[in-house]
């Protein structure tokens, strides 16, 4: 089945870039219909005509079409903390690619910065309608629902946190939708000292022996002295019983490990601790920083 036949490329070139972007308007419109291909190919015949087509010919290479996202609306009935809430239909949604400071609950204390994401958040979006834009995965292991959260005007929730310095960037494979256009806004923040950025809870901190495990999300200046793997896991050495680890499932989005060896580091996220072993477990490059 063919789409359209192009005439001859016009002299003019301004009236060609103008048909140009008319054709791939249209073609976006057609790759959206359902039951049209996935695959559009584009082709030029021997007498110079362009043609597009869903079959595929020697000569024809396929366009490369962004996939629309798919929204879904719903009412927020109540706000948790600055990163989770709760729908009409009871469900909670933890929102995608960012991490806010905890709240005091029964497992542990308040941490800085906790309190006024959830007040932020909650003159956002209590009692308001948000459209969810899911990533690969929907729901974790908690059984909550996983999304990018809009108002109606557009406003991207997850991004307007990080931009605020409300919270950080968290990514974690395969949900990775976004994950440029937070680091940015991150660094922003971090530049302009937003939020937790000037709080000197989140300085960066020397990490150089532990005995105890520190509490919640940290920035640590570390050195990595060593490298070693094994089946499941890549380990960075910062000291005798410390590491940086990272799973060898995601090795794919960093640069050779080999690059942080003898370096100035900043590593950011949580440690966990396992008898007298210390860890920090990333899953993406946007928590290690070379200095």
Request: proline content about 6%.
């Amino acid at each position: 089945m063919h789409f359209t036949r192009a005439p001859r490329i016009p002299l003019n070139p301004s009236l060609s870039f103008l048909k140009f972007c008319l054709f791939t308007i249209f073609l976006i419109f057609l790759h959206a219909q359902p039951g049209l291909a996935d695959t559009i190919y584009r082709s030029i015949n021997p007498h110079g005509r362009i043609l597009y087509s869903d079959i595929p010919t020697p000569t024809a290479k396929p366009l490369q079409l962004a996939a629309q996202p798919v929204r879904s609306k719903y009412r927020v009935t109540r706000v948790i903390d600055g990163d989770t809430v709760v729908l009409e239909n009871n469900k909670r949604v933890r929102l995608l690619g960012v991490n806010a400071p905890e709240i005091e609950n029964r497992f542990h204390p308040a941490e800085p910065g906790g309190i006024e994401a959830k007040k932020w958040l909650q003159g956002k979006l209590q009692g308001r309608s948000v459209y969810l834009e899911h990533d690969r995965q929907t729901q974790d292991h908690y059984k909550r629902m996983l999304a990018h959260l809009y108002l109606a005007d557009g406003e991207h929730i997850n991004l307007s946190l990080v931009e605020k310095g409300l919270a950080v960037v968290t990514l974690i494979s395969p949900n990775l939708l976004h994950a440029n256009t937070l680091i940015k806004a991150q660094q922003r923040a971090e530049t302009k000292k937003l939020g937790i950025w000037s709080m000197k809870q989140y300085q960066p901190r020397q990490l150089v022996k532990l005995t105890e495990k520190p509490f919640g999300w940290q920035r640590y200046r570390v050195k990595v002295t060593a490298l070693k793997r094994n089946r499941r896991f890549s380990r960075l050495i910062i000291g005798k019983n410390i590491d940086i680890s990272i799973a060898n499932q995601d090795l794919a989005l960093f640069p050779r490990l080999e690059t942080y060896l003898n370096k100035p580091l900043e590593v950011r996220g949580w440690v966990s601790r396992k008898k007298n072993h210390f860890s920090i477990r990333i899953q993406h490059p946007s928590a290690l920083i070379l200095h």
